[in-house]
């Protein structure tokens, strides 16, 4: 039986005196992949970016409900959660294999990179590889953060930007692993497939919450149409 793992209470959080999410209200329980949708600025990243208390409530709450009331989200933010910022950076030029030393389970890491097709250039700089294969070695890091998923929270935003078909479609194939293995997935998206395999969506705009369901019911093409201005066909 799933259970909630992260639950927004009508948060709301304000950077420089300007409110950049308003009264969100969503949960993400163990075995869901959430979707959160909207169009550019629209506060995915600051929505993912407070999970884990780097933008703080001005008003409302987020609640992580493994946690012990004694307990403080910082101290315990690397037990429960694995976090995939959309644009990835290391300030040293690793190579990939050295990458991977910064993870607990390097061997986890080593299945990772060999899943997606990163094995033949373990010994390459981060600053020889495409944009893709960049980020597709980051996500291998923080796929590899856990050996057991189970009432974890896993924050992604933008997984599959700048990947190639194969490794699109490998991404989405491995949140599907996770949220089986009973992890919470939050995934921040553009990419409408993607977003249609989620079970729940959140739209965005203007950093708030304007529609919340499952994802036939939220991409219809009005909605879309609203949203990032597509035209109806």
């Known amino acids: 039986m799933s259970k909630i793992l992260l639950?927004?209470?009508?948060?709301?959080?304000?950077?420089?005196?300007?409110?950049?999410?308003?009264k969100i209200q969503t949960a993400v329980s163990s075995g869901e992949i959430i979707g959160v949708v909207g169009s550019n600025g629209a506060g995915k990243?600051?929505?993912?970016?407070?999970?884990?208390?780097?933008?703080?409530?001005?008003q409302g709450e987020v609640m992580v409900?493994?946690?012990?009331?004694?307990s403080s989200l910082t101290q315990n933010l690397a037990k429960l959660f694995a976090y995939a910022p959309q644009n990835?950076?290391?300030?040293?030029?690793?190579?990939?294999?050295?990458?991977?030393?910064?993870?607990?389970?390097?061997?986890?890491f080593n299945e990772w990179m060999n899943r997606f097709a990163l094995g033949e250039?373990?010994?390459?700089r981060l600053s020889s590889l495409s944009g893709g294969e960049r980020k597709i070695a980051h996500l291998c890091l923080t796929f590899s953060l856990h050996r057991n998923f189970s009432d974890k929270c896993i924050l992604l935003d933008e997984?599959?930007?700048a990947l190639d078909l194969c490794r699109t479609e490998l991404v989405s194939r491995a949140i599907k692993e996770?949220?089986?293995q009973g992890a919470g997935v939050l995934v921040a998206t553009h990419d409408l497939p993607l977003a249609y395999q989620c079970h729940q969506l959140t739209l965005l705009k203007a950093g708030q919450g304007m529609a919340y369901g499952k994802p036939h019911a939220i991409l219809t093409p009005t909605i879309i149409q609203e949203t990032w201005g597509l035209p109806i066909k």
């Open 45 to 58: 990243t600051s929505l993912l970016r407070s999970c884990m208390g780097l933008i703080p409530a001005s």
């Open 178 to 180: 996770m949220a089986q």
């Open 121 to 124: 250039k373990k010994s390459y």
């Open 7 to 22: 639950q927004f209470k009508d948060f709301t959080a304000q950077l420089g005196g300007k409110t950049i999410l308003e």
């Open 88 to 108: 990835p950076h290391s300030t040293w030029d690793f190579t990939i294999e050295e990458l991977g030393q910064l993870s607990p389970h390097r061997d986890l």
């Open 159 to 161: 997984p599959t930007a």
């Open 65 to 70: 409900t493994e946690l012990p009331s004694s």
